[in-house]
Every structure is written in C-alpha cells, then in structure tokens.
C-alpha cells in the first residue's frame, strides 16, 4: 500500500508519529518519506489489515500536525524492506 499524506505535515513530527505507529501495529514493513510538494508518502507492506488499520490512524486527526486528506493505492508486495524506516 502507497498512501500520499497531505496538509500540514512536514515539520511537525509526522515521520517519526508514523513510523511509531507503523511499528506499534506490528508486522509491517516499509517507509515514510516527505515529498518535495509538501505531502509525505507512506509504503506500507504486510497483512491487508495491519495496512488498513496504519491508514486508520493516518487519517484519525490524532496526528503531529494537520491531514487535510489521504489517497492510497494497493498493489502486490515487492519486498526488500528492512522494517520500518523514515526517509
């Protein structure tokens, strides 16, 4: 799963709040980055589930900052992520 995160989210924590939460709902692999046009990407690989349950928390207004909206698409796993890192 590749989501895009957008609002006011660089700067405020949003990385380290998501690779917490990444790590907090287990069994996930993958990455959290900020992307030159304000938003962050999350990719998230692991149990349909565990990935709905990371966009759940994306969007709960429980976050560093403010998310104004999240899209995500779904495809097949690719691998060779070493858990869950920030970039």
Do not use: H
């Amino acid at each position: 799963m590749t989501a895009w995160v957008r609002g006011r989210v660089q700067g405020v924590g949003f990385r380290w709040w998501t690779r917490v939460a990444a790590l907090e709902i287990g069994g996930l692999r993958g990455y959290v980055s900020n992307l030159a046009d304000g938003r962050v990407q999350v990719v998230a690989e692991g149990a349909k589930d565990r990935c709905e349950r990371l966009l759940d928390w994306l969007r709960g207004g429980e976050t560093p900052g403010r998310v104004d909206g999240v899209t995500e698409i779904w495809g097949e796993p690719r691998g060779g992520y070493d858990g869950f890192s920030t970039r």
